[in-house]
């Protein structure tokens, strides 16, 4: 198995350690805003490495929504790319840890109403969303 390699971003580092270490228990709000986050454990595409993702706790049942916003970058995150490489993720929602399958969303309605929840949990990605001029990529990561 390929090791874990962390993130070169310091804060994403240090909030997935101190999410990990605790067991879920500590780190769970991004960057302590009280917005709930997941960690997303996937497969370097280029690499094979072992990545390790905060994103934002969008649940719809039991599946996520994975908005790749990166802040309104003109970039899509890494991540996108280790997802349509290989669609196999882990979850992490504080105690829980649920292997499971990302599909990107490519129908127009099914997004909108993604986007819908995604937004009532995160409002910034509407921000983010008029920063930028490319279609911010969603995913669902469901239950394999």
Avoid at 90 to 106: G, H, W
């Amino acid at each position: 198995m390929t090791e874990y390699k962390p993130s070169p971003v310091r804060w994403v580092r240090e909030q997935v350690e101190l999410y990990e270490s605790s067991g879920g228990t500590q780190g769970t709000e991004l960057l302590d805003t009280g917005m709930p986050v997941i960690i997303v454990t996937h497969r370097g595409n280029q690499t094979g490495a072992i990545r390790k993702t905060p994103l934002m706790r969008v649940k719809d049942g039991d599946s996520y929504v994975l908005v790749a916003s990166q802040g309104g970058a003109p970039n899509n995150p890494v991540w996108v790319y280790n997802l349509r490489a290989n669609a196999d993720v882990e979850i992490r929602d504080k105690t829980e840890v649920t292997p499971m399958r990302a599909r990107e969303v490519q129908d127009a309605e099914e997004r909108q109403r993604l986007w819908a929840l995604a937004t009532a949990a995160f409002p910034p990605y509407e921000d983010y969303r008029a920063k930028t001029s490319r279609t911010i990529p969603v995913f669902v990561a469901e239950p394999t």
